[in-house]
């Protein structure tokens, strides 16, 4: 029976998760962080039975949005990769006022283009660099062999127009970007060599990307208009499934094409790098325990350093988490409770722009193990939140190399 792989990128690691055609999870492997992404990419794929690559059929990756690099002609790095929340892109921002439509996604400290802009004018090398391409397209283009190819998701931030499928004439440096294709769609057959090395079927396709949060989306399985996925990973992303388009720069706000509808939602830089700043693992799940059930008094916007993306978009935003209590439970209530009204302004947020209303929280991400936290995001949310039978963006990535969006 053939077998379909995903690999789900994040902050602090990668997993890979092969499934059948029934969606079982037939194996799964992860490592940590380390500084070469490629070396990532060969661990996961060396973690997996012989048994399980001699059947993969389709591949696909997710990676970061936002994280890019760029490559010279051959494909290697000429710059060291941009991360998804590096704002140095603010400085280029008025540049991108002046051209982009009002309200656009690719005006933000953050977004691709403000990261290519940036390495335009600060990057010695910039003249030998032949591809700009996300995190996802490059982990691709190791397996597959072709360095121009991206998808609509990773792509958006880059000004890929995703309701007409085409780079606008305002966008420059578009010789630099990659073709953009559908999430989910084949894009080539692995590389023999590669095949050969791990043993997986010349006949793989590799297929293109999504981003790590759509692909928590798709995990989730969720698909009724009014269905959201909350991530609670890093940081703290929001997807709303809406029948209406939002696009609202001053908010973070931007939607995803997602097959024949929407996925309308943010970032926000709050989320577990916050608390594992903090606490250990052990002390977030002995203390949480020990929440009482009723709201915190504490008053925070809890970042770990100036700036966010939504549901406040200020690069400078400063953090709040003062005054800070001696006893470590208060002060872990605190930080849950202010994240959970982060979450619940987002949601209000874009019910008020015009997105279709919130009907059910589906949650991913490790904080969806934690029940204190999710009765807190409950009370301010107002509507069912609950933690997703599939929780791991690899496994929705598994599913998007079997189905693509459409199944």
């Not at 939504?310 to 930080?335: S, T």
Request: proline share 5%.
């Amino acid at each position: 029976m053939d077998l379909f792989l995903g690999i789900d990128f994040g902050t602090s690691g990668a997993r890979a998760i092969a499934i059948n055609s029934e969606r079982d999870i037939v194996a799964q492997v992860s490592v940590t962080a380390s500084s070469a992404w490629d070396r990532m990419l060969w661990q996961l794929i060396e973690g997996l039975s012989i048994e399980v690559r001699s059947r993969i059929s389709r591949i696909a990756i997710n990676g970061t949005s936002s994280t890019v690099l760029l490559c010279d002609r051959a494909g290697v790095p000429i710059t060291t990769p941009l991360m998804y929340n590096d704002a140095r892109g603010a400085s280029v921002l008025e540049k991108i006022r002046a051209f982009a439509p009002e309200q656009h996604t690719v005006i933000s400290a953050t977004s691709s283009l403000a990261k290519l802009l940036w390495w335009e004018l600060n990057c010695a090398s910039f003249s030998d660099a032949r591809y700009f391409l996300h995190q996802a397209d490059w982990l691709a283009f190791q397996l597959h062999g072709k360095l121009d190819v991206s998808d609509y998701h990773n792509s958006l931030k880059l000004g890929y127009d995703v309701e007409w499928l085409e780079y606008p004439e305002w966008l420059p440096l578009k010789e630099l970007m990659p073709i953009v294709l559908e999430p989910g769609s084949a894009i080539a057959l692995i590389q023999p060599s590669i095949a050969q090395e791990f043993h997986i079927p010349p006949t793989c396709q590799i297929c293109a990307g999504t981003t790590d949060s759509i692909a928590a989306f798709i995990a989730s399985q969720a698909n009724e208009i009014g269905d959201a996925v909350t991530s609670l990973g890093s940081t703290l992303v929001l997807k709303l499934l809406s029948d209406v388009r939002v696009d609202r720069a001053e908010f973070g706000i931007y939607s995803h094409r997602f097959g024949d509808r929407w996925l309308v939602g943010g970032a926000s830089n709050t989320g577990g790098a916050v608390l594992q700043h903090f606490f250990t693992s052990d002390e977030l799940r002995e203390l949480s325990d020990r929440i009482p059930n009723q709201e915190s008094p504490l008053d925070y916007y809890p970042l770990l350093q100036p700036g966010d993306r939504f549901p406040i978009n200020d690069p400078m935003l400063a953090p709040r988490i003062e005054p800070r209590p001696i006893d470590r439970v208060e002060f872990l209530h605190g930080l849950l409770e202010g994240m959970a009204r982060i979450e619940a302004q987002g949601y209000q947020l874009l019910e008020s722009l015009g997105a279709s209303p919130l009907k059910r929280v589906l949650t991913a991400g490790g904080g969806a193990n934690n029940a204190a936290w999710t009765a807190m995001r409950q009370r301010q949310i107002g509507v069912s939140v609950m933690r997703a039978d599939q929780t791991e963006a690899a496994y929705g990535t598994a599913l998007l190399a079997m189905r693509g969006l459409s199944g």
